[in-house]
């Protein structure tokens, strides 16, 4: 089942801009992912954010995580055009003993030159 | 080098056919999931195997079976295909608690 709420759904932004996507989940996680996913490609992993950690950055990548209110945010500051691409936050959760990421329904960012 | 590789890229098929995707993986990975990917790009897991185990079934038609011959190694045959089962399938791996790694793809497409 998902878990992870990504908002927008769909973002449409200038080149330079900076685009900000929200994830919100349920239960309790691990850590929690962000991955992208251009058209017609398999999904790539952006970066990681433990519970226990409250900002990552990464290049032009920001994710912010809040454990109190279950969510997460991925900004990408002064955006270009090749970051024209479906975001997806993945939510590491332990179900028993099996391990597994449980996915959002994904933001579609396009970035207009 | 391709880290997960799965073949074939595209795959075109009558209803009725039994086909096979393949997935193979050289990151030493103990962990391997198949994904479905509809249209709308709803990603549903469908099966994890670890180290050769079958430990994620999450309610996919038994017309699905998966097969690890090794930890390297995650096949997925599926018979009697339907329409709907018309969708990308993404082979991937992970490390323990680490990110996973994806494979390109497969466009299954029934006819």
């Known amino acids: 089942s998902q878990q992870g709420e990504e908002d927008p759904q769909a973002l449409s932004i200038q080149e330079g801009e900076n685009a900000t996507m929200n994830c919100s989940y349920k239960t309790s996680i691990n850590n929690l992912q962000w991955y992208r996913q251009n058209s017609g490609r398999g999904l790539v992993h952006l970066i990681l954010i433990r519970s226990n950690e409250r900002e990552k950055h990464s290049g032009r990548l920001r994710v912010t995580l809040d454990t109190s209110k279950k969510s997460s945010s991925l900004l990408i500051t002064a955006s270009r055009a090749a970051d024209t691409a479906s975001y997806f936050c993945a939510t590491d959760t332990t179900a028993g003993n099996n391990r597994k990421l449980i996915w959002g329904l994904g933001t579609s960012l396009a970035v207009n030159p | 080098d391709t880290a997960v590789s799965q073949t074939p890229k595209y795959l075109v098929t009558q209803m009725g056919n039994d086909k096979s995707i393949k997935c193979e993986q050289n990151l030493g990975h103990d962990t391997m999931y198949w994904y479905k990917q509809d249209s709308k790009k709803f990603l549903k897991i469908m099966f994890s195997?670890?180290?050769?185990?079958?430990?994620i079934n999450e309610t996919v038609p038994n017309r699905f079976s998966p097969k690890s011959p090794d930890k390297a190694h995650l096949n997925l045959h599926i018979n009697s295909l339907e329409l709907g089962d018309s969708a990308v399938y993404f082979c991937a791996s992970r490390r323990q608690r680490g990110e996973q790694f994806f494979g390109p793809g497969t466009r299954l497409t029934v006819l």
């Open positions: 195997y670890n180290n050769k185990e079958l430990i």
